[in-house]
Nanobody
Framework: VQLQASGGGLVQPGGSLRLTCVVSGPIFNIMGWYRQAPGKQRELVATITSRGYTNFADSVRGRFTISRDDGKRALYLEMYSLKPEDTAVYYC?????????WGKGTLVTVSS
Protein backbone atom coordinates (compact mmCIF):
# COMPACT_ATOMS: atom_id res chain seq x y z
CA VAL A 1 0.00 0.00 0.00
CA GLN A 2 1.28 3.45 -0.90
CA LEU A 3 0.16 7.01 -0.24
CA GLN A 4 0.61 9.45 -3.09
CA ALA A 5 0.29 13.14 -2.31
CA SER A 6 -0.06 15.85 -4.92
CA GLY A 7 -1.18 19.44 -5.37
CA GLY A 8 1.70 21.37 -3.89
CA GLY A 9 3.18 24.39 -5.55
CA LEU A 10 3.98 28.06 -5.28
CA VAL A 11 1.21 30.35 -4.08
CA GLN A 12 1.12 33.96 -2.98
CA PRO A 13 0.27 34.94 0.59
CA GLY A 14 -3.49 34.98 1.03
CA GLY A 15 -3.94 32.42 -1.70
CA SER A 16 -5.38 28.92 -1.57
CA LEU A 17 -4.29 25.45 -2.55
CA ARG A 18 -5.77 21.96 -2.46
CA LEU A 19 -3.71 18.89 -1.66
CA THR A 20 -4.81 15.38 -2.56
CA CYS A 21 -3.58 12.05 -1.23
CA VAL A 22 -4.57 8.81 -2.93
CA VAL A 23 -4.20 5.45 -1.19
CA SER A 24 -3.26 2.55 -3.44
CA GLY A 25 -5.01 0.05 -1.17
CA PRO A 26 -7.80 0.19 1.43
CA ILE A 27 -8.02 3.60 3.03
CA PHE A 28 -6.98 3.85 6.66
CA ASN A 29 -9.22 4.55 9.63
CA ILE A 30 -7.26 7.66 10.56
CA MET A 31 -5.90 9.81 7.76
CA GLY A 32 -3.92 12.95 8.26
CA TRP A 33 -1.70 15.65 6.91
CA TYR A 34 1.56 16.62 8.52
CA ARG A 35 4.17 19.13 7.45
CA GLN A 36 7.84 19.81 7.90
CA ALA A 37 9.31 23.24 7.38
CA PRO A 38 13.04 23.71 6.72
CA GLY A 39 14.99 23.23 9.92
CA LYS A 40 11.94 22.19 11.91
CA GLN A 41 10.39 18.96 13.08
CA ARG A 42 7.45 17.38 11.37
CA GLU A 43 4.19 18.59 12.88
CA LEU A 44 0.53 17.75 12.75
CA VAL A 45 -1.64 19.77 10.39
CA ALA A 46 -4.95 17.91 10.54
CA THR A 47 -6.43 14.45 10.91
CA ILE A 48 -9.77 12.88 10.06
CA THR A 49 -11.22 9.56 11.19
CA SER A 50 -13.38 7.16 9.23
CA ARG A 51 -16.36 8.61 11.11
CA GLY A 52 -15.46 12.11 10.04
CA TYR A 53 -14.06 13.42 13.31
CA THR A 54 -11.45 16.06 12.60
CA ASN A 55 -8.57 17.58 14.50
CA PHE A 56 -6.53 20.62 13.51
CA ALA A 57 -3.36 22.29 14.64
CA ASP A 58 -4.09 25.64 16.23
CA SER A 59 -2.00 27.37 13.58
CA VAL A 60 -4.30 26.23 10.74
CA ARG A 61 -7.71 25.94 12.42
CA GLY A 62 -10.23 28.07 10.58
CA ARG A 63 -8.04 28.33 7.47
CA PHE A 64 -7.62 24.68 6.45
CA THR A 65 -10.23 22.01 5.81
CA ILE A 66 -9.62 18.27 5.76
CA SER A 67 -11.93 15.78 4.07
CA ARG A 68 -11.90 12.26 2.72
CA ASP A 69 -13.67 10.24 0.05
CA ASP A 70 -13.41 6.59 1.04
CA GLY A 71 -14.93 5.45 -2.26
CA LYS A 72 -12.07 7.11 -4.11
CA ARG A 73 -9.56 6.19 -1.38
CA ALA A 74 -8.62 9.85 -1.26
CA LEU A 75 -7.77 12.44 1.36
CA TYR A 76 -7.91 16.17 0.77
CA LEU A 77 -6.55 19.29 2.41
CA GLU A 78 -7.98 22.61 1.34
CA MET A 79 -5.82 25.49 2.44
CA TYR A 80 -7.01 29.09 2.46
CA SER A 81 -5.50 32.39 3.55
CA LEU A 82 -2.07 30.88 3.19
CA LYS A 83 0.83 32.49 5.03
CA PRO A 84 4.57 32.32 4.42
CA GLU A 85 4.86 30.26 7.60
CA ASP A 86 2.74 27.57 5.95
CA THR A 87 5.67 26.87 3.65
CA ALA A 88 6.68 23.24 4.17
CA VAL A 89 6.71 19.79 2.73
CA TYR A 90 3.28 18.30 3.39
CA TYR A 91 3.00 14.58 4.07
CA CYS A 92 0.01 12.29 3.95
CA UNK A 93 -0.33 9.71 6.73
CA UNK A 94 -2.57 6.72 7.23
CA UNK A 95 -3.04 4.79 10.45
CA UNK A 96 -4.85 1.65 11.54
CA UNK A 97 -4.07 -0.31 14.67
CA UNK A 98 -0.50 -1.49 14.25
CA UNK A 99 0.04 0.27 10.93
CA UNK A 100 1.43 3.74 10.41
CA UNK A 101 2.18 4.62 6.78
CA TRP A 102 3.67 7.77 5.27
CA GLY A 103 3.68 8.99 1.74
CA LYS A 104 6.26 11.10 -0.02
CA GLY A 105 5.65 14.75 0.58
CA THR A 106 4.50 17.54 -1.65
CA LEU A 107 6.11 20.96 -1.34
CA VAL A 108 4.00 24.01 -0.62
CA THR A 109 5.72 27.37 -0.93
CA VAL A 110 3.93 30.54 0.10
CA SER A 111 5.79 33.54 -1.20
CA SER A 112 5.28 36.71 -3.14
Amino acid sequence: VQLQASGGGLVQPGGSLRLTCVVSGPIFNIMGWYRQAPGKQRELVATITSRGYTNFADSVRGRFTISRDDGKRALYLEMYSLKPEDTAVYYCNGRNSGVDLWGKGTLVTVSS
